[in-house]
């Protein structure tokens, strides 16, 4: 059980669901041979909005 307040809650449910969707796209890539800069583009998105959930969680 997540102990915090709706904020971190929801922030911590953003950073999970930011982190399957780069794992999401790379499964993707991976099996369908898309164009890598394109995939590059999304994870380093997805990643990326992780790492300031994070920071922000972390921060508060």
Known sequence: MI?????ETV????VVLAV???ASVLL???LG???RGFVAY???LLLGLAV??????TRM
């Open 3 to 7: 102990h915090g307040s709706p904020a």
């Open 11 to 14: 922030l911590l449910v953003g």
């Open 20 to 22: 399957w969707g780069a």
């Open 28 to 30: 993707d890539a991976a």
């Open 33 to 35: 041979g898309e164009n």
């Open 42 to 44: 999304l994870v380093g």
């Open 52 to 57: 300031v959930g994070y920071l922000l969680l």
